[in-house]
Structure formats: structure tokens, C-alpha cells
């Protein structure tokens, strides 16, 4: 299955290489459109997405993700592992070559002295640097020769791929920049607007928060790339009108971050001249069990917490049947369309930290209704199941937004079936996610039986959101219900594997101990329950070619082999 | 010099007169059939269409009216759900009859609550020069206050409690209900002061206050009476507040659970897909606005109904 994927997808990119034009500069102008218009191209005075991703066109990392999360060298020759000797058996440095023979765009050859002054950009004590948590650790960087570089971290890194990976840690040029160190990295308004890159654009002009036009770089290390000459990327408007101005007016050629409802995107496709395409990262909604009673008999200090265990989501039954009776497809059809699909797994992605969870995309409303029955829970007269006087009756909130409203009315359905009786609760979304102390609705407070919500984590190593549900780590009145483990979920296994997690580099263990921890608190226990991995959305017109989209970076990562296609 | 209400006051009996008054006001008993179909409706009309308002149809979901074959006989439709159906298959009349209910019995409750606080606070503030300054700032000071916040505060407040007393739902009303009718009363108090004022000079209160009338006598007597067409439009003003700012509640999430239905919130969960899908924000839409407007005649007939001077007017 993942073998041919990867084949599919080696041979798309063999197919796109062999159609594009030999020549740069042949398939004349592109048209992007950003519906937050850029405001600079220095990833590391950046506001945000938008700036990052205008600023990749031009500034290139030492290696980029793929669509799979894979890494893959852009200015390196290759990606350092232990295994290649580039990452140091303890885990404390690694090393980077570039390729040889790379020239900014000014003609001017890139050596180690741009990527360390990267570096010393960013970690200088008063830049302000958006991006310094990229360089979270780093003790030095050194240049070990003109295409070498050392980057030494203060304690080991499992992960050491933040410097210089991906569309947030490019290289600057020192020449152009050096001048512009710490507090007056801002008022380098020049550099900032245009800077000087490796990439397949260079900026011909940048008006902020409004259009900037790119033209190809003359002394890109690829001869025939970019296929276009010329680039206008035109931002501002919103979201419904840039879907319009590719999908149903043909104005222009992409548009990024389509954040529409599935009905209204679908109808936008089927006009015809363009497509949405979707790549998803790590957010998934879910459902959340609370394993702590939250009774508001109880006393304030110790409603909700482990103190006061729930009196029957504590019956790993019972949370199998709720899982088994809901049926993740229509969910994903009513609420999210194409931007969403049907997921069992808490880390639903980069592809090779996925587990092979498939179990609950089958709804089973029979068999989760044997399961109770097994279990012991009866019918009462009035249909809801009960055991020992206990009453399978659940309070089940999430944030106000209508999508989630319409998900609350189907589950409750579902779960009607199955004998339990479900009072519904919504919530403002600035009170639930407002992680007020003082406030009842918020969702770590979590005085309600099972709450839906979304989550997801940065970058594309799991680890510090798999470190969340560690025993200890739960919202208590002791640490002003702060904390991430919000179900209240304790197992010392479970902790030992993020120990060990933590201590492991080998990436293919890696992908094992994250993949046991995912099934741990999913299939193992239903602790967790999710339900959709919630994709982004962006959209092409049909003329354009080589659009791979991509979550893990930069959506333009591979804007020097996109191409016109009749 | 006669007391302008007291003068007719005893022969012929008020009431068969001001009712033959009020049955000339055409608006007004336009206004009152409707009302009266719509209360009925949302009363008794789940005895007729006795569907589920809650029951998903996922099959049959997002199915329009059956008007709609009258421009697009290719339309969704069928005579199973005569209004549609919404996103999730429910079915739009069975939401509009029971969403009715609450509705009309949240802006009754409220308006009720509103009018007794406002009319209380006018009043004495009118009658009273002493009670004047007190009761007017207070006034000020609720119109000052931020109803959203206020609202937040009290649903954090009293939730639980409420909820635990009467049920989730009927907690919910409780909450609604006081809140909505204690942060509107202030506009009622203001109309009712003012009128009272004005009245307080007036002749016939002298006389009245001549002969002895006690305090309590001159209010129930005189001064309500003649400050009804004040009060009864302020109410039917009221009861419009009061739909309307329960629908902002529940599309905030701190009115009822997302299961209950009412006209405000079916209205709020719409609005997404107004294009494709009109009626479902039309139809509750004109729910709320011909009840609205009924109301509003009706409170126009009962005033010129009660009105004397206007009787003598119609009557020549």
C-alpha cells in the first residue's frame, strides 16, 4: 500500500518532469492569490502564513517536507541522519553540506557563511526573530568549511531538524543582510521587501499588503525551471472571493486557504475551470471521554479530577460502543467535504507516524449494542440503558459553530440507539478554548461527560503532543485547571513510552513508539475518539500544472515545477 | 370638566364599548387573526403534523419546500415534509410549529416581566418627586450596562443552579426569560415617567386628588388608563426585543441546547446557506416578523380602543 503510493507519486513527479518545457521562462505568467496579502518577504519578521509562504518563491531552507512529511534536500546535498553520519550519535550536533556550486540570485556564490549568519539573524538577543523557536536548543553554529556547516545543541535532540528546515528557517544573504542585525532588522525595509534568494523567483516588486510581482531567477541552479517567466502573487479580499476568482471566473491561476463550507466550495468546482485540492496535516476533531466525574454535586476541588473517577466512562465498554455507533463518513460529508476525512487516529499523519488504526470507520450500532448488553448495562423502561443505578446518561458539549451543532444533533441520534440519553451543550468558542480559570465552560475544565473539539501539533514530529496525555499533565484546581492532558488519562506504561520516546532517535522506532502511543489512547482504550482529520484547502485553475499540495511546508514548495498544461 | 375616562366609565359597561372600538380598527383585527392563527398554530399544530422535529432523515435531507416546483419542477421535494427539510433531514414545519412554542412563550414571559418592572419604575418615579432621582439613575445605570457581558455573567452564574432545579431546558427559560425582561424594562420606564408627568398636571388629577382619591385609587384608576397606549406599545415593541435577543443567545450558545428548537435559532442556523437554501431563513424569518407585526397592530387597535378621545373622534 505505502510502497504504491510512493511509486504512484515518484512516477507522477517523473511524468511532470518529462511534460514540463525544457526551457525557463516558456509558459509566460502565473497568477496567485493570496486573500491575506503579504505584508513581508522575511520569514523572521513574518506575521504569519501568508508571509512565509509569498517569502518560499524566493528564500530557500537547507531542506524542505514533502506532501508525505518526508524531508527533502533543497540547498543540502542530502538530509543528515545518524545513519549517514551527519547527526551525531548523541544526538548533540548536525552537520549540513551544501550543494556545491549554488549562486543567489545576484550571481554571487552561497557558502556556509550565509547559513551561519542565518543563524546568528534569528538568535540574535534583540531581533524579535518570529522563527526562534526553530532555533530552540541551539548552543552554536559553526562553519567547518565553505560548504560545511555544525550545528551544536545544548542537550541531545532526537528532533534536530529545526534550523534551516522547512519554509520558516531559510537562508538569508549575509551580504545583503548584514547590516541588519538585531534591533535593526526591522528597519531594513529593503532587505526585508526584497530579499535576495536561491529560489526559482526573484521580487521585481513588492507592494505591501497589496501585489508583488516576481520574476524567474536568471541564475536558478535548475536550467529549465522555472517554467514561468513572470509571477504576480495579489493578495487581500476574502476567502469566498478568491475561491470565485479561480473556480468560477478564471481571473486567476491559484488561490491559497480556502476556508469555505463544503457545499459552497463543491458548487465553485462545478463550474468547471478549476479544482480545490486538499492536503492534510495534523488537525483531527475528536471526541473526548472525561475519566473524572463531573458531578456538580461535588466539591469544587475535587469535581473533575482524579480524585473523583466517572462513574461509568470509566467502563472501557462503554466508550467502545459511543465510538462504534458513530459513522465518521456522513460526518465527514455533512460538515467538511473534501477538506476532511474519516480518521481512528489521534496522530493522523505525517504518513509514516499513522497508524494502520482503520476499526472504527465502520459504523456498528448492533454490535456496540451487544457490547453494552455484554457488559451488563440494561435497558430501562424508558430505553436508557442502566447498571447498578447508574444511568448511561451523558452531557456532551463543544463550542458554538454550526458545523458542530449539526455533528452534536447526529451523534446524539446515534446514541439514542444505543440506549444512551445525551443532553446537548454548546458553548461561545472565545469562553470554551479561553482557558479562563475562573470559568466553568472551559474545555479543561471539562464539566461535561465528552466534549468535541479540534486539535492538532506543529511541525511534523509528535512527540511534545503525545508527551500531553502523561499522568500528572491534567487540568487541576492545584495548577489552575492549566494542562493538556484533558481527559484525565493515567497509565505508567503509557508515561514510560514517552520517556523512552524522548530518549530514541532512530527514526523507525520513532515511528513504532509514536504509533503504540496513538493505539494506546485510541483503539486500546477509546479515551480518545476521533473522528475527522480536518485537511487546508486551496484551489487550481486546470490550466496549471505540478501542483502538489502540501501541509508540512510551504504550499509553493514546489512553485519551480509548476507549468501550464492545455 | 370632566374626568375624560371616568365620564364614560359606568353606563353602557367599558368593555362592549371599547371592544365595538376596536372591531372598526381593521389593522387590528388583522393583526389579531393572525396572532390568534399563530398561537393556535404553534399550540395545537403538532396535533395535526405529528412529526418528530428532532428525527434525523439523513436520506431526505436538504429538500425544499413544495412551493418550490412552482419555478423548479426538478426541485427536492415531497409531500412527507411540505416545508423541507434542513441540512440533517429535519423537518422544517414540525421545527417551525415547536420552534414557535418557545419562542412566543419566551417573548410573552419577558415582555410580561419587562412591562411589570417598567411600568413599576415609571410610575412611582413619576408620582413620587422623591423616588424620581433614585429610580431614574437607576434606570441609567441598567441602560449602561453591557448586556453581553451581563448575560455571560448570569448564564456562568446561575447555570448550574437553574439547570439543576428545573431541567436543562426549563432552567434555560427561567434564565432567559429574567435576564431578557429585566435588561429591557428601562425604555418602558422612561415612556411611562414621562407620561405620568405629564398627566400629573392635568386637571382631572387635581379634582381627583380633591376629593380625597388615595395614592394607590389615582394610580389604578386614573393614571394607568390613561398611560395604557404607552405601555401597550412598548410592549409589542417588547415581545419583538425579546425573540430577537433570545435568538442572539442561542446563536451565542448561551440560550437552550443546540437540540431545541426555536424561530431565533433555526434563523441563526441558516444564515451559512442563505443562497441555496432561502426559505429556511424566510420562513422563520416571517414567523418572527408577522408575529412582530400583529402584535403591533393589535397593541395599535387596544390603544385607540382604549383611547377615549379617539372614540369621540370616530364616533362623529
Known amino acids: 500500500m505505502k510502497l504504491s503510493s510512493t511509486l504512484l507519486s515518484l512516477g507522477t513527479v517523473c511524468f511532470f518532469a518529462s511534460t514540463a518545457t525544457a526551457e525557463r521562462g516558456s509558459d509566460g505568467h502565473v497568477k496567485i492569490l493570496f486573500w491575506q496579502a503579504p505584508s513581508t518577504l522575511n520569514p523572521f519578521q513574518s506575521g504569519g502564513a501568508k508571509d512565509n509562504e509569498a517569502a518560499s518563491l524566493v528564500l530557500e531552507p537547507l531542506g524542505r517536507y514533502d506532501p508525505n512529511g518526508a524531508l527533502v534536500p533543497y540547498l543540502a546535498q542530502h538530509i543528515p541522519t545518524v545513519a549517514n553520519g551527519g547527526v551525531a550519535n548523541d544526538l548533540t550536533s548536525i552537520t549540513w553540506t551544501l550543494k556545491p556550486d549554488l549562486m543567489w540570485s545576484d550571481g554571487t556564490p552561497v557558502t556556509s557563511e550565509d547559513v551561519k549568519f542565518s543563524a546568528d539573524y534569528c538568535m540574535h538577543p534583540d531581533a524579535g526573530c518570529s522563527q526562534l523557536a526553530k532555533f530552540d536548543g541551539v548552543e552554536t553554529v559553526e562553519i567547518i568549511d565553505a560548504y560545511t556547516v555544525k550545528v551544536n545543541f545544548a542537550a541531545p535532540r532526537p528532533n534536530p531538524y529545526g534550523p534551516f528546515m522547512g519554509g520558516q528557517s531559510p537562508i538569508l544573504q549575509k551580504a545583503q543582510f548584514q547590516d541588519c542585525l538585531g534591533a535593526r532588522a526591522i528597519e531594513c525595509v529593503a532587505q526585508n521587501f526584497a530579499p535576495i534568494g536561491t529560489g526559482p523567483f526573484t521580487v521585481k516588486e513588492f507592494r505591501p499588503n497589496d501585489v508583488i510581482s516576481f520574476e524567474a531567477n536568471p541564475n536558478y541552479r535548475d536550467a529549465t525551471k522555472p517554467a514561468f517567466e513572470t509571477l504576480t502573487l495579489k493578495g487581500g479580499g476574502d476567502a469566498t472571493a478568491a475561491g470565485r476568482a479561480v473556480l468560477e471566473t478564471g481571473e486567476f491561476d491559484y488561490a491559497w486557504n480556502l476556508q469555505l463550507a463544503p457545499d459552497v466550495l463543491a458548487k465553485m468546482a462545478d463550474v468547471g475551470i478549476g479544482k480545490p485540492i486538499a492536503a492534510f496535516g495534523t488537525t483531527v476533531e475528536r471526541l473526548e471521554m472525561n475519566l473524572t466525574d463531573p458531578n456538580p454535586d461535588l466539591d469544587k476541588n475535587i469535581r473533575a479530577t482524579r480524585e473523583a473517577p466517572h462513574p461509568f466512562l470509566t467502563d472501557m465498554n462503554v466508550r467502545k460502543a459511543l465510538s462504534m455507533a458513530i459513522d465518521r463518513s456522513l460526518l465527514v460529508e455533512i460538515g467538511y467535504g473534501p477538506t476532511g476525512r474519516p480518521t481512528c487516529n489521534l496522530v493522523p499523519g505525517p504518513a509514516y507516524y499513522a497508524s494502520d488504526n482503520t476499526a472504527c470507520l465502520t459504523q456498528d450500532i448492533a454490535g456496540a449494542n451487544r457490547l453494552l448488553d455484554a457488559a451488563g448495562w440494561v435497558r430501562g423502561t424508558d430505553g436508557v440503558r442502566t447498571k447498578d443505578g447508574q444511568r448511561l446518561s451523558i452531557l456532551f458539549q463543544t463550542s458554538t459553530n454550526n458545523v458542530r451543532q449539526e455533528f452534536q444533533a447526529l451523534i446524539k441520534h446515534w446514541w439514542n440507539e444505543l440506549g444512551v440519553e445525551t443532553e446537548l451543550r454548546n458553548i461561545n468558542a472565545s469562553i470554551y478554548f479561553g482557558a479562563d480559570a475562573n470559568s466553568p465552560d472551559t474545555f479543561q475544565k471539562f464539566y461535561a461527560d465528552v466534549a468535541m473539539h479540534a486539535n492538532n501539533y506543529d511541525g511534523t514530529d509528535p512527540q511534545t503532543y503525545l508527551a500531553m496525555y502523561r499522568c500528572g499533565n491534567e487540568p487541576k484546581p492545584s495548577r489552575q485547571w492549566q494542562g493538556e492532558n484533558i481527559n484525565r488519562f493515567c497509565d505508567p506504561a503509557y508515561d514510560t513510552l514517552i520517556d523512552t520516546l524522548s530518549q530514541t532517535s532512530d527514526l523507525e522506532t520513532r515511528y513504532d513508539l509514536a504509533k503504540r502511543m496513538n493505539d494506546m489512547l485510541t483503539k486500546d482504550s477509546y479515551v480518545v475518539v476521533p473522528l475527522i482529520d480536518r485537511g487546508r484547502v486551496s484551489a487550481h485553475a486546470n490550466s496549471l500544472g505540478g501542483v502538489l499540495m502540501n501541509s508540512w511546508d510551504s504550499e509553493l514548495w514546489n512553485i519551480a515545477d509548476w507549468h501550464r498544461i492545455e | ?316
Open chain 2, 1 to 316: 370638566m370632566t374626568d375624560p375616562v371616568a365620564a364614560s366609565h359606568n353606563r353602557h359597561g367599558k368593555w362592549p364599548r371599547i371592544w365595538r372600538a376596536f372591531r372598526k380598527h381593521k389593522g387590528a383585527m388583522i393583526g389579531g387573526g393572525i396572532l390568534m392563527f399563530i398561537i393556535l398554530g404553534v399550540l395545537l399544530g403538532d396535533l395535526l403534523w405529528a412529526t418528530d422535529p428532532q428525527a434525523l432523515d439523513i436520506r431526505n435531507k436538504n429538500m425544499r419546500p413544495l412551493y418550490t416546483l412552482l419555478w423548479d419542477t426538478d426541485a427536492k421535494v415531497g409531500w412527507a415534509h411540505p416545508l423541507g427539510t434542513d441540512s440533517l433531514g429535519r423537518d422544517a414545519l414540525a421545527n417551525l410549529i415547536v420552534g414557535g412554542r418557545t419562542s412566543l412563550a419566551v417573548g410573552a414571559v419577558a415582555m410580561c416581566i419587562a412591562l411589570l418592572v417598567g411600568t413599576t419604575v415609571g410610575i412611582l418615579a413619576g408620582l413620587f418627586r422623591w423616588l424620581d432621582g433614585p429610580l431614574m439613575r437607576l434606570t441609567d445605570l441598567v441602560l449602561a450596562l453591557p448586556i453581553l457581558p451581563l448575560l455571560l455573567l448570569v448564564a456562568t452564574l446561575f447555570r448550574a443552579p437553574l439547570r439543576a432545579q428545573f431541567g436543562p431546558e426549563a432552567g434555560m427559560f427561567v434564565l432567559i426569560v429574567t435576564v431578557i425582561g429585566l435588561t429591557s424594562w428601562m425604555q418602558t420606564a422612561r415612556i411611562v415617567r414621562s407620561e405620568i408627568l405629564h398627566l400629573k398636571e392635568q386637571d382631572f388629577i387635581l379634582a381627583a386628588r380633591s376629593i380625597g382619591t388615595r395614592p394607590f385609587a389615582l394610580i389604578w384608576r386614573h393614571l394607568l388608563p390613561n398611560t395604557l397606549s404607552p405601555i401597550l406599545v412598548s410592549a409589542t415593541l417588547g415581545l419583538a426585543t425579546a425573540i430577537i435577543t433570545e435568538s442572539a443567545l442561542s446563536f451565542l450558545g448561551f440560550g437552550f441546547p443546540p437540540d431545541f428548537p426555536t424561530w431565533g435559532k433555526m434563523l441563526a442556523d441558516s444564515v451559512q446557506r442563505m443562497d441555496q437554501y432561502p426559505e429556511r431563513v424566510i420562513l422563520p424569518g416571517a414567523a418572527i416578523s408577522l408575529t412582530v407585526l400583529s402584535v403591533n397592530y393589535l397593541g395599535d387597535g387596544l390603544r385607540d380602543a382604549f383611547d377615549p378621545r379617539s372614540h369621540r373622534r370616530s364616533r362623529n
